[in-house]
T-cell receptor
Framework: GENVEQHPSTLSVQEGDSAVIKCTYSDSASNYFPWYKQELGKRPQLIIDIRSNVGEKKDQRIAVTLNKTAKHFSLHITETQPEDSAVYFCAASKAQGAQKLVFGQGTRLTINP | NAGVMQNPRHLVRRRGQEARLRCSPMKGHSHVYWYRQLPEEGLKFMVYLQKENIIDESGMPKERFSAEFPKEGPSILRIQQVVRGDSAAYFC?????????????FGEGSWLTVV
């Protein structure tokens, strides 16, 4: 079955700097890759997603890149702000059938003022 | 348009008791998914249901756990004879019927504590 590895497990950056979180997946049939942000005690919230027919997607300060050949995808946050502090999860799934997301282990991002 | 509604938000059970977690999908959604999140870990898929039908239960523990989504009413995740290891956040998500876009929307979660 699918396996998703996420790195780093913790990341601390200065406010205004960029943060990058990386994930690799094992199942070449996976073709949907969402990223979720989770604050303490809250639900995961979808912040951006990418499908395997594109290599990059951007939404304001957030961007995701996908390399299907290498089977890895990354989240990029630019001009970080204190409110970006949270745990971020990547996930992967196949388009057909059940929306069965396989999640990475999470990255705890801390933005230092 | 209300989101995915889960209740209770917090539940405390003694070892050996039963826990029932309820999930009402978003309006117009007929597919429900349950995920479990152990402390300091990512979410793990448990089960995928449509009305009156279990589609995929490959992530459900073989014993003590069951799920249903009746024709009327919310989806229910039932845990019998709870143990300390069942303490976790249980998230429900929903999507429209026939969706090919994969986007699912999580509820606020139910935090189960077994004492």
């Amino acid at each position: 079955g699918e396996n998703v590895e996420q790195h780093p497990s913790t990341l601390s950056v200065q406010e205004g700097d960029s943060a990058v979180i990386k994930c690799t997946y094992s199942d070449s049939a996976s073709n949907y890759f969402p990223w979720y942000k989770q604050e303490l005690g809250k639900r995961p919230q979808l912040i951006i997603d990418i499908r395997s027919n594109v290599g990059e997607k951007k939404d304001q300060r957030i961007a995701v890149t996908l390399n299907k050949t290498a089977k890895h995808f990354s989240l990029h946050i630019t001009e970080t702000q204190p409110e970006d502090s949270a745990v971020y999860f990547c996930a992967a799934s196949k388009a057909q059938g059940a929306q069965k997301l396989v999640f990475g282990q999470g990255t705890r991002l801390t933005i230092n003022p | 348009n209300a989101g995915v509604m889960q209740n209770p938000r917090h539940l405390v059970r003694r070892r050996g008791q039963e826990a029932r977690l309820r999930c009402s999908p978003m309006k117009g959604h007929s597919h429900v998914y349950w995920y479990r999140q152990l402390p300091e870990e990512g979410l793990k898929f448990m089960v995928y249901l449509q009305k009156e039908n279990i589609i995929d239960e490959s992530g459900m523990p073989k014993e003590r756990f069951s799920a249903e989504f009746p024709k009327e009413g919310p989806s229910i995740l039932r845990i019998q004879q709870v143990v300390r290891g069942d303490s976790a956040a249980y998230f429900c998500a929903s999507s429209p019927a026939g969706s090919i876009r994969n986007t699912i929307y999580f509820g606020e979660g139910s935090w189960l504590t077994v004492v």
